[in-house]
C-alpha cells in the first residue's frame, strides 16, 4: 500500500489495512502506539499513531468510515489496491464477500525527515521480519521509541467514560467543526454490539449508525462508552429526545412523539422492553452516568 508518510504531518486516524489477512490482531491494547518502519534501503522509523481498534470490515464499509484515510483518493482506487495484492480482479474484489484486515490507529503523526529514526538490525530488527515486533518502551532500543512520542493516548480510549464537561471540538475556519475519530468511532460501537441495532436487533449494515449518547463535544466523546449502534430512524430520534435508553438499559419513548406528529406506533411498541443487544465485555456498554445524561438533558420525557 501507498507508504503514509506521504500525506505529510498528522492525521486524526487512519486505516491500516492489510489485503490478504483474515485474522484478528492482539498485539496490541487500545491506546497503545504503533510505529511505522520503512523498510530496506530506507531502514527509519518514519512516524506513530495510536491503536484504537482491529475489524475484518466490508470492503465498503471500510472506504466509508475512512475514505482517503485508507490510503487512496477514491473507492475505486482502494479496490484497484485490494483486487493487485489479492491477484484478481477489481469486479472480482468487488462482488466477493472477503473482508479486508484493518488496524485502526488514532491520532497520527508522520515525522520530518529529518527526525526519521534508523532502526536497522542494530535495534534487534532482523531482515526476516516481515510484519510487526514489539518493543518494551521502558528499556533498551524502545525508550529511543518512546522519546519520539509527543502526545498521548487519545482520550476516547482510556477504561471509563465521564460526561464531557465542556465544549472540546475543534475548529476550522473555513468549514466549521471538526469531528475527530469519526471512522473509528462508527467501526469500534458497531463492533461492539456485533453490527446489530441495539433496540431493534437489525443487521442490515448499511441502516446502522453509531449514536453518540452526549452529542460530540470532541475527541474524548468517542469513548466506546458513549456509543450505541442504532437503526438510522431510531438514531436521529435518540438525538432530538424523543426516545432514550435507561441506566437498566430499557428502551423508552417520549409521550412527545404522539402528541408532535400523531404517531410513532411502531416505537411505543418497543417501549419499556430491555435492549435486545449489548456488548459482551462490561467495559464496552454504556455508561449509565451518561445515560442519565441523556434522560435529563435531551430526552422530551
Known amino acids: 500500500m501507498r507508504s503514509w508518510h506521504s500525506y505529510g504531518g498528522h492525521l486524526d486516524e487512519v486505516n491500516f489495512w492489510r489485503p490478504l489477512a483474515q485474522t484478528g490482531f492482539k498485539s496490541l491494547l487500545p491506546g497503545e502506539p504503533f510505529f511505522f518502519r520503512l523498510k530496506h534501503p530506507v531502514n527509519a522509523v518514519v512516524g506513530y499513531g495510536f491503536f484504537a481498534h482491529a475489524s475484518l470490515l466490508p470492503i465498503r464499509m471500510a472506504w466509508d468510515a475512512f475514505g482517503d484515510r485508507n490510503g487512496d483518493r477514491s473507492f475505486e482506487g482502494f479496490l484497484a489496491r485490494i483486487a493487485e495484492y489479492r491477484r484478481e480482479s477489481p469486479a472480482e474484489t468487488a462482488l466477493g464477500s472477503r473482508p479486508v484486515a484493518c488496524l485502526i490507529l488514532r491520532e497520527v503523526r508522520f515525522l520530518p525527515e529529518n527526525d526519521w529514526v534508523h532502526w536497522g538490525e542494530e535495534p534487534n530488527f532482523q531482515k526476516n521480519i516481515v510484519a510487526y515486533k514489539g518493543y518494551d518502551l521502558a528499556t533498551g532500543p524502545g525508550v529511543i521509541l518512546a522519546d519520539l512520542l509527543r502526545n498521548r493516548s487519545p482520550a476516547e480510549l482510556v477504561p471509563m467514560f465521564e460526561p464531557v464537561g465542556g465544549d472540546e471540538r475543534l475548529r476550522s475556519e473555513l468549514v466549521g467543526v471538526m469531528r475527530e475519530g469519526q471512522g473509528s468511532f462508527r467501526v469500534r460501537v458497531l463492533d461492539a454490539y456485533e453490527r446489530r441495532c441495539a433496540v431493534t436487533g437489525e443487521r442490515s449494515l ?56 400523531e404517531n410513532g406506533e411502531p416505537y411505543y411498541q418497543l417501549a419499556g422492553a430491555r435492549l435486545v443487544v449489548l456488548p459482551r465485555e462490561e467495559s464496552k456498554r454504556p455508561s449509565r452516568r451518561v445515560l442519565e445524561w441523556h434522560a435529563s438533558n435531551v430526552f422530551c420525557g
Do not use: W
Open 206 to 261: 448499511p441502516v446502522l449508525d453509531a449514536a453518540h449518547i452526549q452529542p460530540y463535544l470532541g475527541a474524548a466523546s468517542n469513548h466506546i462508552q458513549n456509543g450505541l449502534s442504532l437503526r438510522a430512524d431510531i438514531h436521529r430520534l435518540f438525538d432530538v429526545g424523543y426516545v432514550t435508553v435507561t441506566p437498566d438499559y430499557r428502551f423508552e419513548v417520549s409521550r412527545r412523539l404522539r402528541e408532535d406528529f
